[in-house]
């Protein structure tokens, strides 16, 4: 695929020098490109939950100065303000908006159902490394199978193309956005399709892209293919 310049901006995102008035509203600082700011973005949009201000953080060397600074001393997306409150990381981010909204759970109410939720949220996690590693090195495929074949089971274990079967949950909100790009950048720098031989966690894929959240939130292969060539061809 060929370079493409896209603004990831959006409709919503806006970019700023200085540091921003945390004080007033929801402020969400994002980047489209990462999974970690996704996952937040999709659990906001699945409750219901509009932004009174995105903002763009460039990640990387051209992030902003004032960000870590001023906003979250991680450096890292997302994070939100609200109401001059912080919230940081990408998993408490997603709780916070399902904790702010009743209706619509992404965590069960109920004890029980809610730590199952929270058991594949933790169990799916520790798979994001080894697909990360896999594109840094591609003499770690003998993980990757291991891993994916792992996340397949998990996905077979309930009928319904979720991980606890026909509701979408935290649990699938965690790992859909490494899903999505890694689906994209294993095959274009690995040759490698995640989905070969496993038809649980395609199910997943292919019933998660419909959701609206997903809609609003995705972005063009292309663009993934672009911004995560430095982890697979890290001298280019």
């Known amino acids: 695929m060929s370079d493409i310049t896209i603004d990831q901006l959006g409709d919503e995102g806006i970019r700023s020098e200085t540091t921003p008035d945390l004080t007033q509203g929801l402020i969400f600082f994002g980047n489209r490109t990462c999974p970690f700011a996704h996952r937040a973005w999709l659990a906001a949009l699945e409750k219901g939950i509009k932004f009174d201000t995105y903002y763009h953080i460039e990640l990387g060397p051209n992030k902003p100065a004032y960000y870590k600074e001023e906003v979250n001393p991680h450096g890292t997306v997302p994070a939100i303000y609200h109401n001059g409150k912080a919230v940081f990381e990408s998993n408490v981010v997603a709780q916070?908006?399902?904790?702010?909204?009743?209706?619509?759970?992404?965590?069960?109410r109920d004890a029980y159902a809610a730590s199952q939720v929270r058991y594949y949220v933790d169990q799916l996690g520790g798979f994001v490394g080894?697909?990360?590693?896999?594109?840094?090195?591609?003499?770690?495929?003998?993980?990757?199978?291991?891993?994916?074949?792992?996340?397949?089971?998990?996905?077979?274990?309930?009928?319904?193309?979720?991980?606890?079967?026909?509701?979408?949950?935290?649990?699938?909100?965690?790992?859909?956005?490494?899903?999505?790009?890694?689906?994209?950048?294993?095959?274009?720098?690995?040759?490698?399709?995640?989905?070969?031989?496993?038809?649980h966690l395609r199910a997943f894929y292919d019933a998660s892209i419909q959701r609206e959240s997903f809609q609003l939130t995705s972005q063009p292969e292309e663009l993934y293919v672009q911004m995560y060539r430095g982890y697979a061809n890290p001298d280019n």
């Open 130 to 199: 080894i697909m990360y590693g896999f594109l840094k090195d591609a003499s770690k495929q003998e993980a990757a199978n291991e891993g994916f074949d792992k996340v397949e089971e998990i996905f077979s274990r309930h009928e319904g193309p979720f991980v606890l079967g026909d509701v979408f949950t935290m649990a699938d909100i965690s790992i859909l956005p490494f899903i999505d790009r890694f689906s994209i950048t294993l095959k274009e720098y690995r040759g490698y399709d995640i989905f070969e031989n496993r038809p």
């Open 96 to 108: 916070y908006f399902d904790d702010l909204v009743e209706e619509n759970p992404l965590v069960p």
